[in-house]
């Protein structure tokens, strides 16, 4: 895998704009990820990914590993095949799933034992079984096994999940050896909002030689101003010539302003998951349709954007859908809300390019309602 920044702003830790090549394509950044946690992005197909301008999308290790399972996708094909989506794909190691969905769950040095969510099976995740299924996958970007303390976990418990991380990244670059053409693993910075751990977790990681290096344990309930500290105390400490990628962010301001603090890469269910409760992303903030006052509205979700929604159907319309739980309300949401991630960081990208970044995102700030 291959990545190169082709416009920054000033500094090592300042606004991006690169070219990321996989196996299955290229993308630029920064991008923005739909989440596929089953094999499937919610309420859109994979035709509609590619018209609302997706490039790369989201898998998740845990969930497909108990569900439908290894064996099943391996006959598929890999992933790829199996759902059905030509694109680049990053698959999520299954260390946040395991420490916040699964019951009984067991953590020591070998490892993760855990019950499943789904039915109570007793299953055990070590750092190199995380990358023999994602090899299975055929991920163009693997996640190592990570241990995602709680946000609000005392330091001394960050601190050892700091170590733990570090020696089960290294036990996972090991596995997997040299990558195959087209295809990355990332390593998974953690430290919570400790910046003296965030510092030492991102030097080991960077140490060992990582393809890109995520930035975990965030958006998790901290402030946004201790969110953007961890991030400045992470990023000033990884290679500038690797992808950045901020892990389960996708609030359009705070995406905006960690854009500015030099991350590549971005993941969230927010955008699908706002869509099926009948609510649209606009650039004035969220607009909750499903409201009684748009039910004479007959204007777009959002004036002047060229989606498909957009360009061919009225709140009011939207609205009575949602009311009456027809599908096709929520996925007439879902292709907006993507939409509108995907234009917000295409438009970021030509800033950065452009050398306007600071310019463009106080004004796309100071219009935005949060």
């Keep these: 895998m291959r990545f190169t920044v082709v416009a920054a702003g000033a500094g090592s830790t300042g606004p991006r704009a690169g070219v990321l090549e996989t196996a299955h394509g290229r993308v630029e950044t920064p991008v923005f990820m739909p989440v596929g946690t089953q094999g499937t992005v919610k309420g859109i197909s994979p035709r509609e990914l590619r018209e609302v301008g997706t490039r790369i999308l989201l898998g998740n290790t845990y969930h497909l590993y108990l569900r439908p399972g290894v064996e099943v996708i391996r006959k598929a094909g890999g992933l790829h095949a199996f759902m059905g989506w030509e694109g680049p794909i990053l698959t999520d190691s299954g260390g946040y ?3 916040s969905l699964a019951a009984l769950r067991k953590v020591d040095d070998r490892g993760v034992l855990f019950r499943s969510h789904i039915d ?8 190199e079984k995380v990358m023999d299924i994602q090899m299975v996958l055929g991920s163009d970007i693997m996640m190592v096994l990570d241990e995602c303390p709680p946000s609000d976990a005392p330091r001394e418990v960050v601190g050892r999940a700091v ?12 596995r997997v050896g040299p990558r195959p053409p087209g295809r990355g693993l990332f390593g998974i910075v953690q430290g919570g909002l400790h910046a003296d751990l965030r510092r030492e977790s991102a030097q080991a990681l960077a140490s060992l030689g990582f393809d890109g290096y995520a930035i975990g344990g965030l958006g998790l309930g901290e402030s946004r101003e201790e969110m953007l500290a961890a991030v400045e105390a992470t990023t000033e400490h990884l290679p500038p010539d690797r992808p950045r990628y901020f892990m389960g962010l996708g609030t359009p301001a705070e ?14 269910v927010l955008p699908t998951r706002l869509g099926r409760h009948g609510t649209a992303m606009t650039r004035r903030g969220n607009v909750v ?9 007959f204007g777009p979700l959002e004036e002047g954007c060229g989606c498909y929604t957009c360009r ?7 609205r009575h859908l949602v009311s009456a739980k027809e599908i096709l309300g929520l996925v007439l949401l879902t292709h907006h809300n993507l939409h509108f991630l995907h234009r917000l960081l295409a438009e970021a990208r030509r800033a950065v390019l452009s050398g306007r970044f600071e310019e463009w995102s106080q004004e796309f700030l100071g219009g935005f309602a949060s």
């Design 120 to 127: 109570g099976s007793e299953h055990f995740l070590s750092p």
């Design 255 to 268: 995406m905006v302003a960690v854009i500015a603090r030099g991350v590549d890469m971005f993941d969230c």
């Design 97 to 99: 799933q395991v420490f």
């Design 312 to 318: 061919n159907f009225t709140r009011a319309y939207i």
């Design 289 to 297: 349709v499903r409201n009684a006052a748009y039910a004479e509205d």
């Design 163 to 174: 170590e733990r991380t570090v020696a089960w990244a290294r036990r996972s670059l090991e």
